[in-house]
């Protein structure tokens, strides 16, 4: 991101998360999961199946360990 007029600090509504293309103040921003800017709906778009697959991936790989879980009683 680059860096704005306020001492250094980088403004989460400069550029896109995806590309780092920077903003324009006169177009549209395109929102995901809270403070993630994207410069078009194709790099959110993007993003979006990045995630998807990233969760099913973490998804797929904790259902092949086996963690046990349960209530832990303290004597």
């Not at 860096?3 to 103040?25: I, R």
């Not at 979006?48 to 697959?53: K, M, S, T, Y």
């Amino acid at each position: 991101m680059l860096p704005y007029a306020g001492g250094g600090k980088t403004h989460f509504l400069e550029a896109c998360t995806l590309c780092s293309k920077p903003l324009a103040h006169n177009n549209d921003i395109f929102m995901y999961r809270g403070n993630n800017p994207f410069c078009s709906q194709e790099c959110r778009q993007e993003q979006i199946e990045i995630d998807e697959a990233r969760e099913k991936r973490w998804k797929k790989s904790g259902t092949k360990s086996s963690v046990r879980t349960g209530t832990l009683v303290a004597a």
